[in-house]
């Protein structure tokens, strides 16, 4: 079956615009969780969602922010861009049972210039 | 919070030869332990999941094992091979939320030919 999907795989922006990257699931899977990996912070979890709903939060600034759509698909979304935000932000998908095995997607390499 | 740490940040082995990679947690509740290799600038690959119940799992030359009252978790890769070059990396989800991960830094490993 076909794996999770990330796209675009990769992006370059300017400080102060907004990105906006999308996540397709397992199919079956309504769990997408999404990290952000930094060569100095290594992963970081930013959020999780589940039907539809935003079930756990990593520590990150409002400007990060997510939602998913009824097909379980999901998008993340950064205003005002910083260089900070330069990273690789990868997506897992899961079954709904927390503590299932999670499989990623192949990232979004984002240059925030 | 859980803190998850991984020995050696780095390993350089000749071909053939078998190694084992470890994993540390501070906070044994937890629902399972996965471990994941990343090629550079790529996504992850999810290599074996362990669940809390369980001491061991094994995948063709990999085998995992857990145990939860001393927060610790070994990958065991057998005959390396150059194709296993690549990091390593380990990660728990906690008992009480979804599916959030907390994730290890890794362990870079090279295998020369």
């Known amino acids: 079956k076909a794996g999770v999907t990330q796209t675009p795989r990769y992006l370059i922006k300017t400080r102060g615009q907004q990105v906006t990257l999308s996540c397709s699931p397992i199919?079956?899977?309504?769990?997408v969780s999404w990290y952000q990996q930094t060569p100095g912070q290594g992963l970081q979890f930013l959020f999780e969602y589940f039907s539809e709903t935003q079930r756990n939060k990593g520590n990150f600034p409002g400007r990060f922010s997510g939602r998913q759509f009824s097909n379980s698909r999901s998008e993340m979304n950064v205003s005002t861009l910083e260089l900070g935000d330069s990273a690789l932000y990868l997506c897992?998908?899961?079954?709904?049972?927390?503590?299932?095995?999670?499989?990623f997607g192949q990232g979004t390499r984002l240059t925030v210039v | 919070k859980q803190e998850v740490t991984q020995i050696p940040a780095a390993l350089s082995v000749p071909e053939g030869e078998n190694l084992v990679l470890n994993c540390s947690f501070t906070d044994s509740a937890i629902y399972n332990l996965q471990w994941f290799r990343q090629d550079p600038g790529k996504g992850l690959t999810s290599l074996l999941l362990i669940q809390s119940s369980q001491r061991e799992q094994t995948s063709g030359r990999l085998n995992a094992s857990l145990d939860k009252s001393s927060g610790r978790s070994t990958l065991y890769i057998a005959a390396s091979q150059p194709g296993d070059s690549a990091t390593y990396l380990c990660a728990v989800p906690p008992s009480n939320t979804g599916n959030q991960f907390y994730f290890g830094t890794g362990t870079s490993l090279t295998v020369i030919p």
């Open positions: 199919s079956g899977h309504r769990s």
């Open positions: 897992a998908s899961s079954y709904s049972v927390p503590g299932t095995e999670a499989f």
